[in-house]
C-alpha cells in the first residue's frame, strides 16, 4: 500500500513568511508525529497525534510553530514568520496503535529559509 | 535530559561485520530502536528491543542491555548498499529520541 507521503518535497520562502507542510499518513494509522532534521543530525521530535488532538506538542521550539490534524487523518505543520534558522527538512511518520509502535516515515519537506 | 551517544563514522568492506554501538541516558524508557537513512532518504526501521538481549532479522541483529543502558547494532555481510547513516533512537514515552547518527561508508 501507499506510505506516508508529504507536500511539498522542496520549499524556498523568505525570512518573515508563513508556510504550510502537508502530511498524508498511511491510512488507518491513528498516530502521526512531526520531526524537524538538521543536517548531520538526527530527527528531532516536535509533535505527536493520537487521532485529531496533539497528545504531546512538548517538541515544538516556539509559539510560531503549529500543526493541526482536523480528521485525524492528513496534517499540517504551519510555521508563522519564518527565521533563517528554521531551515531544515521535516519529517512526518505515522504508526498504526497508540504509540510505541514502529513509526513509518515520509520523504520529509526541505524548507529553505533565505 | 536525555542524551544518547554513537560513534560519528565508520568504515568497512563489503562482507565485514560491523558493529554500531549506543549509549543513552533518558527520564523514561520503553525501548530501544534503529533506523537505516540513505541520504535524501526517508529514515526507514530496522529493528526494535524492549527488552535485554539480541534480536536478529537477517543481516541485521540488536541488542540491549538496560541495566548499562547500551545496545547495538550488528550488520553482517556488509553490502555497498549498507551505506548510509544509522541512528539509535529511544522510546521515551510517546515519542522517539534520536542520537545524531553514525554514517557507515562501505568499500569494496
Known amino acids: 500500500g501507499a506510505g506516508v507521503s508529504q507536500t511539498p518535497s522542496n520549499k524556498v520562502t523568505e525570512k518573515g513568511k508563513y508556510v504550510e507542510l502537508r502530511c498524508d499518513p498511511i491510512?488507518?494509522?491513528?498516530?502521526l508525529y512531526w520531526y524537524r532534521q538538521s543536517l548531520g543530525q538526527g530527527p528531532e521530535f516536535l509533535i505527536y497525534?493520537?487521532?485529531?488532538?496533539?497528545?504531546?506538542d512538548s517538541g515544538l521550539p516556539n509559539d510560531r510553530f503549529f500543526a493541526v490534524r482536523p480528521e485525524g487523518s492528513v496534517s499540517t505543520l504551519k510555521i508563522q514568520r519564518t527565521e533563517r534558522g528554521d531551515s531544515a527538512v521535516y519529517l512526518c511518520?505515522?504508526?498504526?496503535?497508540?504509540?510505541?509502535?514502529?513509526?513509518?516515515f515520509g520523504p520529509g519537506t526541505r524548507l529553505t529559509v533565505l | 535530559g536525555q542524551s544518547l551517544e554513537q560513534p560519528s563514522e565508520v568504515t568497512a568492506v563489503e562482507g565485514a561485520i560491523v558493529q554500531i554501538n549506543c549509549t543513552y541516558q533518558?527520564?523514561?524508557?520503553?525501548?530501544l530502536s534503529w533506523y537505516q537513512q540513505h541520504d535524501g532518504g526517508a529514515p526507514t526501521f530496522l529493528s526494535y528491543?524492549?527488552?535485554?538481549g539480541l534480536e536478529e532479522t537477517g543481516r541485521f541483529s540488536s541488542f540491549l542491555s538496560r541495566s548499562d543502558s547500551y545496545g547495538y547494532l550488528l550488520l553482517q555481510e556488509l553490502q555497498m548498499k549498507d551505506s548510509a547513516s544509522y541512528f539509535c533512537?529511544?522510546?521515551?514515552?510517546?515519542?522517539?529520541?534520536f542520537g545524531k547518527g553514525t554514517t557507515l561508508s562501505v568499500s569494496s
Open positions: 511518520a505515522s504508526s498504526p496503535g497508540q504509540g510505541g509502535d514502529t513509526q513509518y
Open positions: 491510512s488507518g494509522h491513528t498516530a
Open positions: 497525534f493520537q487521532g485529531t488532538g496533539a497528545a504531546d
Open positions: 533518558t527520564s523514561g524508557f520503553y525501548g
Open positions: 528491543n524492549a527488552l535485554d
Open positions: 533512537a529511544v522510546q521515551a514515552g510517546t515519542a522517539l529520541i
